[in-house]
């Protein structure tokens, strides 16, 4: 029979998931607040507001749910409602179903992590971040964990992809991170995100066993002066400025994605130099050749 699969927080990365598992054979519906980008998608439209209790009661009954809502500024409360209070909201409709979804998969994030030394962390690692988006992405972590739904957590590390290019922008302004202290960057791309995705919920259609967390950052960590003075030579820009004051209060770390690549999971742009090369080519930055 026909799978199907309920996108909540429909957007960029819920698009592109979304055409991978109609390929795949899966009934798709997307919920988000406005569905008129999903016109002509072959994705069902659903409008939704968290917020309204009768739509979240209204919710269909589904195979997989995924949830992959975005908060709309980065402030305290917006991330409470988007991600703590809305999946509270979430699975308390479908524990009270008689047909419980076979899988709720609740994207997360690698901000989950305090560490700033470059260390190596992995699904074992105590995530203990201090700010407030960590925390909460953490709470909304634990109770997922603690439903008697079953539920996987992927932690996605800093997400680029088209429209998402900001590091290209500031490297042609001629901005450039410093060499040191090495301040280590994660990041995968938009089409990795959704390929984990519908990765994970393929391999749980054929039965085999889910983790209950996955990190999902691509195979090269690096620092983040290296990133951008790679793209710098794409672009061939020469930096003329050193940004300091807001790398003091990031993060530094290394992701480890041994776990998902162990089910299977092989990454379509594995490093930043396949990543950006693409978004680079399909955005237009790159100079003509002379």
Same mark, same amino acid.
């Given at each position: 029979?026909?799978?199907?699969?309920?996108?909540? &927080?429909?957007?960029?990365? @819920?698009?592109?998931?979304? /055409?991978?598992?109609?390929?795949?054979?899966?009934?798709? #519906?997307?919920?988000?607040?406005?569905?008129?980008? *999903?016109?002509?998608?072959?994705?069902?439209?659903?409008?939704?507001?968290? +917020?309204?209790?009768?739509?979240?009661?209204? *919710?269909?009954? =589904?195979?997989?749910?995924?949830?992959?809502?975005? %908060?709309?500024?980065?402030?305290? %409360?917006?991330?409470?409602?988007?991600?703590?209070?809305?999946?509270?909201?979430?699975?308390?409709?479908?524990?009270?179903?008689?047909?419980?979804?076979?899988? !709720?998969?609740?994207?997360?994030?690698?901000?989950?992590? &305090?560490?700033?030394?470059?260390?190596?962390?992995?699904?074992?690692?105590?995530?203990?971040?201090?700010?407030? =988006? @960590? %925390?909460?992405?953490?709470?909304?972590?634990?109770?997922?964990?603690?439903?008697?739904?079953?539920?996987?957590?992927? /932690?996605?590390?800093?997400?680029?992809?088209?429209?998402?290019?900001?590091?290209?922008?500031?490297?042609?302004? @001629?901005?450039? %991170?410093?060499?040191?202290?090495?301040?280590?960057? +994660?990041? #995968?791309?938009?089409?990795?995100?959704?390929?984990?995705?519908?990765?994970?919920?393929?391999?749980?259609?054929? @039965?085999?066993?889910?983790?209950?967390?996955? *990190?999902?950052?691509?195979?090269?960590?690096?620092?983040?002066?290296?990133?951008?003075?790679?793209?710098? &030579?794409? !672009?061939?820009?020469?930096?003329?400025?050193?940004?300091?004051?807001?790398?003091?209060?990031?993060?530094?770390?290394?992701?480890?994605?041994?776990?998902?690549?162990?089910?299977?999971?092989?990454?379509?742009?594995?490093?930043?130099?396949?990543?950006?090369?693409?978004?680079?080519?399909?955005?237009?930055?790159?100079?003509?050749?002379?």
């Amino acid at each position: 029979m026909k799978k199907t699969t309920l996108i909540l &927080g429909c957007g960029d990365i @819920g698009m592109v998931l979304g /055409r991978e598992l109609l390929a795949a054979g899966h009934r798709v #519906i997307g919920a988000r607040r406005s569905v008129a980008p *999903l016109e002509g998608s072959g994705i069902e439209p659903l409008p939704l507001d968290l +917020n309204d209790e009768e739509a979240l009661a209204a *919710l269909p009954d =589904a195979d997989y749910v995924v949830y992959i809502l975005s %908060a709309d500024r980065f402030d305290e %409360a917006a991330y409470r409602a988007a991600y703590l209070d809305g999946l509270k909201a979430v699975l308390q409709v479908y524990e009270g179903r008689d047909t419980a979804p076979k899988r !709720l998969l609740f994207v997360s994030s690698t901000s989950v992590y &305090g560490q700033k030394e470059g260390e190596l962390v992995d699904e074992e690692t105590q995530a203990e971040s201090a700010g407030f =988006a @960590g %925390a909460l992405m953490r709470e909304a972590e634990q109770a997922l964990r603690a439903s008697p739904l079953p539920g996987t957590t992927v /932690r996605f590390s800093g997400i680029y992809g088209p429209g998402r290019d900001r590091l290209i922008r500031q490297v042609l302004e @001629g901005r450039i %991170a410093p060499a040191t202290p090495p301040m280590y960057s +994660n990041r #995968i791309h938009r089409d990795d995100c959704a390929g984990v995705l519908a990765h994970l919920i393929g391999l749980d259609a054929q @039965g085999e066993s889910l983790e209950e967390l996955y *990190l999902a950052s691509d195979c090269a960590p690096e620092p983040l002066y290296e990133v951008m003075a790679w793209l710098a &030579g794409q !672009l061939k820009v020469e930096p003329t400025e050193v940004i300091q004051a807001p790398l003091r209060k990031r993060s530094s770390k290394r992701c480890d994605n041994t776990r998902l690549r162990e089910t299977g999971y092989v990454f379509r742009y594995p490093s930043y130099r396949e990543g950006y090369a693409q978004v680079m080519k399909e955005g237009g930055f790159l100079p003509e050749p002379v």
